[in-house]
């Protein structure tokens, strides 16, 4: 079992829709969880970074942790076609080494 | 532009060279991550250095591969006697420090043929 699973999709929204994108984790000690945009054949790029549990906005994410379930989503409102992307969710903590782990990446596509 | 620079941005060699890729990281960060990602996955810690140490290397890191970081600035990677399965993106990374995000560069692409 991968520490971190992501659903690869692909998923395909219409434009304006709200796009929700998910990861579950399997270790504890993960306490910084991170979503990236990658965009093709370029490098990730940091969206939203949230320590523990709660939620976090940055204009139209919404960025939510449940440590009780390890369980993380990524909301996006009012969805564009510059939003089709790849979406990595990525975490790390206290785990014996302060490496970061990522999942496999969603891609999206916003339709016009 | 203050981000990470990789290069080259795509390095084609035929199996059995070796190759050396350079990563300039963001010039306050001391932290200095390799990542390798292959198609439709994520990217895999490979090692990291704080500023010249190398403090961990992956298990995916074989005997083939070392990666130098002189004087905690610059970094390079190499790979001998490149086999065709080291085909892949090879990203570095930069952070200030434990548990700070990484900012990345945009990857070197290797093809082995």
């Known amino acids: 079992q991968k520490e971190v699973e992501q659903d690869p999709g692909p998923l395909s929204v219409p434009e304006g829709a709200i796009v929700s994108l998910n990861c579950t984790y399997s270790?504890?000690?993960?306490?910084?969880f991170m979503w990236y945009r990658q965009y093709s054949r370029k490098g990730p790029e940091l969206l939203m970074y949230?320590?523990?549990?709660g939620n976090k906005e940055d204009g139209r994410f919404t960025a939510q942790v449940d440590k009780s379930s390890k369980y993380i989503s990524l909301f996006i409102r009012d969805s564009q076609p510059s939003d089709s992307a790849t979406y990595l969710c990525a975490m790390s903590g206290n785990t014996g080494g302060f490496k970061t782990i990522f999942g496999a990446g969603t891609r999206l596509f916003v339709k016009a | 532009d203050t981000g990470v620079s990789q290069n080259p941005r795509h390095k084609i060699t035929k199996r059995g060279q070796n190759v050396t890729f350079r990563c300039d990281p963001i010039?306050?960060?001391?932290?200095l991550y390799w990542y390798r990602q292959t198609l439709g996955q994520g990217p895999e810690f490979l090692t990291y250095?704080?500023?010249?140490?190398?403090?961990?290397k992956s298990r995916l890191l074989s005997d083939r591969f070392s990666a130098e970081r002189p004087k905690g600035s610059f970094s390079t990677l190499e790979i001998q006697r490149t086999e065709q399965g080291d085909s892949a993106m090879y990203l570095c990374?930069?952070?200030?420090?434990?548990?700070?995000?990484?900012?990345f560069g945009n990857g070197t692409r290797l093809t082995v043929t």
């Open positions: 010039s306050e960060h001391n932290r």
């Open positions: 949230t320590y523990s549990s």
């Open positions: 250095f704080q500023n010249e140490a190398q403090l961990e």
């Open positions: 990374a930069s952070s200030l420090g434990d548990n700070s995000p990484l900012h």
């Open positions: 270790n504890s000690a993960f306490q910084y």
